[in-house]
């Protein structure tokens, strides 16, 4: 079975794509925390 080099490139444009936001997301949970911590040691 043949595979058009094109789809497979948008496949995995799309896969890092997705990938990056995850991360993304992942990342900015972990930013929101971190400054959530922060808050906390200012207010103590």
């Given at each position: 079975?043949?595979?058009n080099p094109?789809?497979?490139e948008?496949?995995?444009t799309r896969h890092?794509?997705?990938l990056l936001l995850m991360l993304?997301?992942?990342t900015g949970?972990?930013?929101d925390l971190s400054t959530m911590s922060?808050?906390?040691?200012?207010v103590g």
């Amino acid at each position: 079975m043949t595979q058009n080099p094109g789809e497979d490139e948008d496949f995995t444009t799309r896969h890092v794509l997705l990938l990056l936001l995850m991360l993304r997301e992942k990342t900015g949970h972990l930013d929101d925390l971190s400054t959530m911590s922060i808050d906390i040691q200012t207010v103590g």
